[in-house]
Antibody
Framework: EVQLVESGGVVVQPGGSLRLSCAAS????????MHWVRQASGKALEWVSL????????FYADSVKGRFTISRDNSKNSLSVQMNSLRSEDTALYYC??????????WGQGTLVTVSS | EIVMTLSPATLSVSPGERATLSCRAS??????LAWYQQRPGQAPRLLLY???TRATGIPARFSGSGSGTEFTLTISSLQSEDSAIYFC???????????FGQGTKLEIK
C-alpha cells in the first residue's frame, strides 16, 4: 500500500521558519519526482515546489522562491521542505505528492501550516 | 501561464444519472490533462490521465475525452460516494507553474 505521511505543520508567527517532512512507503520512491502542493482553506490547489528523483534539480513557484528549500533523502524515503520568512498567505494544508511522467499519482493526507501572530 | 477553467462551478445530479464536467485550457495542452477527485476531508485522488486513461482502480463509469483546449469528464451511474470536488490539471507546461483551478463541486441529490 502506498503511503505518504506528512508531518511538521504547526502554528508559526509571521517571519518564522518551519520544516515539513514526508515519509514515503509502498512505492519506488527513488523513481519518482516529488512535489509539495498546498491548499488554503476553500481555495484551489497550488503547486509549490518539486525535486527530481535524484535531487539534482529543484523548482519553485514564484510565490515561495527564495524562501522555501525542498530536499530529499532517498536512503530514508523522505522528502522535506524548509520554509523561511513565512507569511500569512502561506497558511495552507501542505500535501506531499509523488509524480511520474508529469502525473501526480500519489498524495499524502497533508499537514496544516498556520502562519499567524 | 496556461489557465484552466472548469464548468459548471456546482453540479447537482440524482443517483444513477450521468454527470458531465468540462475543463477548458487557455491554450492547447494536447492530451496532457489529468482529472482528480477530492472528497471532503480527503487528499486528491488521480482519476484519469492522458485525458482519457483511467488510473489504477478507477471504475469504468469514469471516462474522459477531449484534446487541445476542451476536455470532458463523464461519470455515469452516479453513486453517493461520487460527491466531491473534481478538478483538472494540465501537465503540458513543465515545471508546473499554474494552479489547478477552482474545480467543480459535484453534489448527489
Amino acid at each position: 500500500e502506498v503511503q505518504l505521511v506528512e508531518s511538521g505543520g504547526v502554528v508559526v508567527q509571521p517571519g518564522g521558519s518551519l520544516r515539513l517532512s514526508c515519509a514515503a512507503s509502498g512505492f519506488a520512491f527513488n523513481d519518482y519526482t516529488m512535489h509539495w502542493v498546498r491548499q488554503a482553506s476553500g481555495k484551489a490547489l497550488e503547486w509549490v515546489s518539486l525535486i527530481t528523483w535524484d535531487g539534482a534539480s529543484t523548482f519553485y513557484a514564484d510565490s515561495v522562491k527564495g524562501r522555501f528549500t525542498i530536499s530529499r533523502d532517498n536512503s530514508k524515503n523522505s522528502l522535506s521542505v524548509q520554509m523561511n520568512s513565512l507569511r500569512s498567505e502561506d497558511t495552507a494544508l501542505y500535501y506531499c505528492v509523488g509524480e511520474r511522467n508529469r502525473i501526480f499519482q500519489y498524495w499524502g493526507q497533508g499537514t496544516l501550516v498556520t502562519v499567524s501572530s | 501561464e496556461i489557465v484552466m477553467t472548469l464548468s459548471p462551478a456546482t453540479l447537482s445530479v440524482s443517483p444513477g444519472e450521468r454527470a458531465t464536467l468540462s475543463c477548458r485550457a487557455s491554450q492547447s495542452v494536447s492530451s496532457n490533462l489529468a482529472w482528480y477527485q477530492q472528497r471532503p476531508g480527503q487528499a486528491p485522488r488521480l482519476l484519469l490521465y492522458g485525458a482519457s486513461t483511467r488510473a489504477t482502480g478507477i471504475p469504468a463509469r469514469f471516462s474522459g475525452s477531449g484534446s487541445g483546449t476542451e476536455f470532458t469528464l463523464t461519470i455515469s451511474s452516479l453513486q453517493s460516494e461520487d460527491s466531491a470536488i473534481y478538478f483538472c490539471h494540465q501537465y503540458h507546461d513543465w515545471p508546473p507553474r499554474a494552479t489547478f483551478g477552482q474545480g467543480t463541486k459535484l453534489e448527489i441529490k
